[in-house]
């Protein structure tokens, strides 16, 4: 299934107290969806999932829904390392009106192969919306193989799957061995255009909070014929793809869209906001994005 090109994992935007802030998520969501973004995937990582609370996520979905009113398809987060418990949010985040989920590899208690086909394969029965495996071994641990990912794409709804390896040789082998219409995302920014080019659909990205007008033409010069545009975008992109990712995220990204005037407030413990030399680099790259232009 085609939720787009380019996918944004939206950030959660946070008051000075640390609390949701919808207005912020708001003007967030209208600027997402003018720039750039074809649909939004949101309470993942990048949306700081592990400290909102299950009532939380629940509010981000309704209102995410609410403001998009049918604008971009809206992909929620439901994924968990437990199982029981990632069923039961899957099931009020389609109550709620999300156009697909996202549920990522288990982390922390590793299971095994065998174990995330059940875990992947009960939640996506228990309900009738599209669903986006996401795998990142980076994070989660465990690395789902490519022969469970064919698998589970034979079941109905799992129409997709957001693959943050890094690995683009398992890139090529999900997109030859699973059918024509189960889409295949990177979820990894730098690697975007590489996955077009074995076949890829697109990708579920960070960076286009603040590129995703650069990202989009990229994938639409590829999808031209020019490639060497693309590789020219590719390349006039890929310091901010790095900068992004030059702490833990969604630390650069929060800092960036508030310097670039679309305030989603700081990150929530355990995470840290950048440090002055940290900060000082990511203004560099962006003044430097902002007084350069893309060759082709």
Sequence with gaps: MNFGQVLTAMVT?????????????RGLINYLIANGSDGLVIAGTTGES??????????????????????????AGTGSNNTKASLE????????????????TPYYNKPSQEGMYQHFSVIAQSVSVPVMLYNIPG??????????IVRLSQVENIVSIKEASGDL?????????????FSVYSGEDSQSLPTLAVGGTGIVSVSAHVIGNEMQEM????????VTKAASIHGYVLPMMKAIFSAPSPTPVKEALNRIG???????????????EERASLYHILDQLKNTKVAG
């Design 13 to 25: 935007p946070f008051d000075e107290h640390g609390e949701l802030d919808f207005e912020a998520m």
């Design 50 to 75: 592990p400290t909102l609370t299950h009532d939380e996520k629940l509010q981000v979905f309704k209102f995410t829904v609410e403001e998009v009113n049918g604008r971009v398809p809206v992909i």
């Design 89 to 104: 949010l899957s099931k009020e985040a389609e109550a709620i009106g999300v156009d697909a989920i996202m549920l990522v």
């Design 139 to 148: 994070r989660s641990v465990v690395n789902m193989s490519v022969d469970t």
């Design 169 to 181: 040789d398992r890139v090529t082998q999900i997109v030859n061995h699973t059918a024509d219409d």
């Design 219 to 226: 994938v639409r010069s590829y999808r031209k014929g020019d």
């Design 262 to 276: 679309v305030p989603v407030g700081s990150v929530r413990l355990p995470l840290i906001p950048l440090n002055e």
